[in-house]
């Protein structure tokens, strides 16, 4: 992320602020062994309406890597795609980018 | 298990069960089941359903678990509401899947069953329920 220099003087007093964006949060579905490939496809679509292509490709990711990042950016709403795959049954967690 | 689809798309866009006894009691007793671990700390698979959302943190948002929680209760009450329903809509038939699909995972977790060695030499009793549960899963999930 790029940091925006802020430069304000206060009497004599240079004073210079970085302003600093917080890293992305990243939703990671993890892979199991029961899941049917067709019942992940489904719930990604529904979900993050992504195409087919991209809920497949994520699915395959999931199953051959153990894990796939789904989702990536603010907490708040990384939090709510993450209850939301919880609640459909897929084990998810979120994570702060590196 | 019958043969042919046990869920079929119609042209009204409803979704039409074609599950047999068995089937239906299955499904009763899963959606029983999520509504029961979801009220109850104790139940077998409460601890399944309340996985971390940030592994970071000793505790989740407690507005995040609050909203998992009650989705979660919300689709297995759907389900069991309309577990004898020949015809769902579309919003009864994501409470099914979703809770079929939360008793999978929660019925994996609870017996170890994490990878496919394990799924492979679990006994058969849990094998077959698995099956029965992937199999309405899989052709639920064709409906979407």
Redesign the interface.
């Known amino acids: 992320m790029k940091s925006q220099p802020v430069t304000t003087t206060e009497g004599d007093v240079l004073v210079e602020e970085a302003v600093r964006t917080q890293k992305p949060w990243n939703v990671i579905v993890w892979n ?5 490939m ?2 992940v ?3 990604f ?2 979900i993050f309406g992504y195409s087919n292509n991209k809920c497949t490709q994520l699915m395959l990711a999931v199953h051959h890597e153990g894990r796939a990042l789904v989702w990536s950016g603010g907490r708040e709403r990384a ?2 795609y ?3 795959l ?6 998810s ?4 980018d590196n | 298990m019958p043969g042919g689809k046990l869920f079929v798309r119609r042209r009204d866009g409803r979704i039409e069960v074609r599950i047999n006894d068995y089937g239906r009691t299955l499904v009763r007793g899963a959606f029983a089941n999520v509504l029961a671990a979801e009220r109850d700390p104790d139940h077998e698979w409460h601890l399944a359903l309340s996985g971390p959302i940030d592994p970071s943190l000793d505790r989740d948002d407690p507005l995040s678990m609050l909203a998992r929680e009650k989705d979660t209760s919300t689709n297995a009450e759907l389900a069991g509401l309309s577990v004898d329903e020949q015809f769902l809509n579309d919003t009864e038939a994501w409470a099914w899947l979703t809770t079929l699909q939360v008793t999978l995972r929660s019925v994996a977790q609870t017996k170890g069953l994490l990878t496919d060695e394990q799924l492979a030499a679990s006994d058969e009793e849990v094998l077959t329920y698995v099956r029965s549960l992937q199999q309405f899963l899989f052709q639920l999930a064709d409906c979407f």
Request: glycine share 4%; with cysteine; hydrophobic share 35%.
């Open positions: 199991d062994p029961v899941t049917p067709t019942v496809v489904v719930i679509k529904r939090e709510a993450c209850v939301k919880q609640v459909s049954g897929l084990q967690t979120i994570e702060q």
